[in-house]
């Protein structure tokens, strides 16, 4: 049986490790993303890369002391320079890890890379069976996200939330998975009679959905007293990767491409005319603020990011914009969020 | 009418065509010249911060022609080749000049629009006649200026070609310098190297004069590069690697194409056996550090001898 890395990132990681059992492989259980990931993964990638880069690749080093033998990352089309990645990687393993196998997943090679990993030829019905209930799975963990960010501010004792939080992932993943019983878990949580403010966070994928790298933005705010909000998460780009996004949400695509239209009126790759976008929605939603994630000298971010200024100066809608890269801390994160809180409260 | 062509970045990737077409069409043509010190710091005041230096560079070079004319030209690059992608950077300028620094702005889309031709003759033709329309002049004069600007384009490409060739057969240690169009050409930017290089008896060659065979690399299936600067860097290293002695790539602070393209311009050179050094250079450069580091680097490939 093959044991196969896949990248642990955020509270996915709690899906993904249910998706190899009924497909004949076994998906290695990577630790949590910590700083011995960032240590591991920067050891040996280029300079001037942006920080997803030497994670993921610290994800796979993890997986690989604990006894994996191939790797599997997606690749991407577009213009953003997550597409190079996986090439880069193999030419990194080529040198460093040689006895592991590599695969980059492409909409051609799917089905190819996974007979592979399983080892024989697999009816594309199974196949389809496991990616439903993974699909499932990514949008129950999202569930139970969405959850704690409406918990996190109106919480009497601070830290409750958090905790219910890994007590779920940790029902998840001994098997039980219905949101009701997520939902009554968080329902005991004690909760004060309190207006939040509403914050959204727009940005940069990775860095929005993995918490170590963005220093536990949503903590920080939730106990700031912040509702959070975030328009792209995991769920939603895979049902974009299958041209299905527009039927599950009303906020079409062809709604952002309209509404980033008088200050940007072309795809800068990545989630760039999303953030613009994303931001006029959330003033038109009538949030209190903005924070912009995104990691050091990202090209789609650092495209877009003049323009969120702009609207921001325009519209006098309040913007915080945080660039991570290995020396983030979360102190320093820490404190310009509280900074910035503070401000929006004083502003009300 | 005025018509303003700064030239850094984008423009840089085809000097002579946009000139050329512009006057043919009988509008004046305002240069911004070579880039200096004021134009740069401008730059650097105004652009955004984590930005690289070319494009901060862009944006001073703009901003000096903005009272100087009607129009600043800042076309849009999305792709020179049918399956090929610019970078994430040269898409935005057009929006960036008009919404966020208030500059009057005259601009056209290369490539994506166009899928029809392959060559890149064709995906500029398009927007060439696309601009002509844009300008409102006649189909028939459109036709003739924009084969006086491509012939213009292609006369000057020979001629680096033939530069090119002569430099092969040159008798002192031959350089390659991998970089990009608009950091070989811009003094500013290199810090003048091929000068430095030429004081120190090397031969330098420039990455773009490098012969290309475009059509079939981009033909491939899962072809996955796809940044066509970087597909056309890799084919012109590879064309030029067992004619030279040592390799010198010049990089910007924070050019994101370049983190990767690094790795594979060393692996190639590693397969090759030629020494290589990479420059990293941002607006802090001082010359007599990089004249320090290429000396040293010309000292230890003529010790290798």
Known sequence: MRKVAIPAVGCYKHAFNALGRSLGFEVIDTPRTSSRTMRLGSEISPEGICICYPLILGNYIEAMEKGADSCVFIGGYGACRQFCYGHLYKLLFKKHYPNVDFYVLYNENFFEVINKLAGRSLPRLEVGKAFLSLVRNIWLVEKIEDLSWYYRPREKHRGDTTRVMDECYKIFENGSRSLRAFRTKFARIETKDVKPLRIGVVGEIYLLIEPHVNCNTDIILGENGVHVHKFIRLFMEILRALHLNDRFTNYKDRDKVKLAWPYLKVSVGGHGRSSVADMLRYHHMGFDGIVHLLPMACLPEISARPFLKKIGSEHKFPLLTLSFDEMASESATSNRIEAFVDMLRMRK | ?305
């Open chain 2, 1 to 305: 009418m005025k018509i303003g062509i700064p030239s850094a970045l984008i423009i840089m990737k085809h000097p002579r065509l946009w000139t050329t077409f512009f006057e043919e069409l009988g509008l004046d043509v305002v240069s911004s010249g070579k880039s200096t010190r004021r134009i740069m710091d401008s730059g650097l005041a105004n652009a955004e911060d984590e930005t690289c230096l070319p494009v901060k560079l862009f944006v001073g070079h703009c901003l000096a022609l903005k009272d100087k004319c009607d129009f600043v030209f800042v076309p849009r690059y999305f792709s020179l080749y049918k399956r090929g992608w610019g970078c994430p950077k040269f898409f935005a300028p057009p929006d960036l000049m008009e919404n966020v620094y208030d500059i009057p702005v005259l601009t056209v889309m290369v490539g994506r629009e166009y899928e029809s031709g392959i060559l890149f003759e064709n995906h500029l033709e398009e927007a060439l006649i696309t601009l002509g329309k844009r300008l409102g002049k006649d189909e028939g004069v459109i036709g003739k200026v924009v084969e006086v600007a491509i012939s213009t384009e292609v006369e000057h490409e020979k001629g680096l070609r033939d530069e090119y060739f002569d430099l092969i057969e040159s008798r002192k240690e031959r350089i390659l310098l991998v970089s990009h169009e608009y950091i070989l050409n811009d003094d500013l930017l290199n810090m003048g190297i091929a000068d430095m290089l030429k004081e120190l008896e090397a031969e330098p060659i420039l990455i773009d004069t490098v012969p290309f065979k475009y059509e079939e690399r981009f033909s491939e299936p899962l072809f996955w590069m796809r940044w066509d600067f970087g597909v056309m860097m890799m084919e012109r290293l590879k064309e030029a690697l067992s004619h030279v002695q040592g390799v010198i790539q010049i990089t910007t602070f924070a050019c994101g194409p370049d983190s990767f393209l690094v790795e594979f311009v060393k692996d190639e050179c590693d397969k090759a056996q030629k020494p290589y050094m990479k420059l990293m250079l941002d607006e802090h450069s001082s010359r007599a550090r990089i004249r320090t580091r290429v000396e040293a680097f010309l000292d230890t490939l003529r010790m290798r001898r």
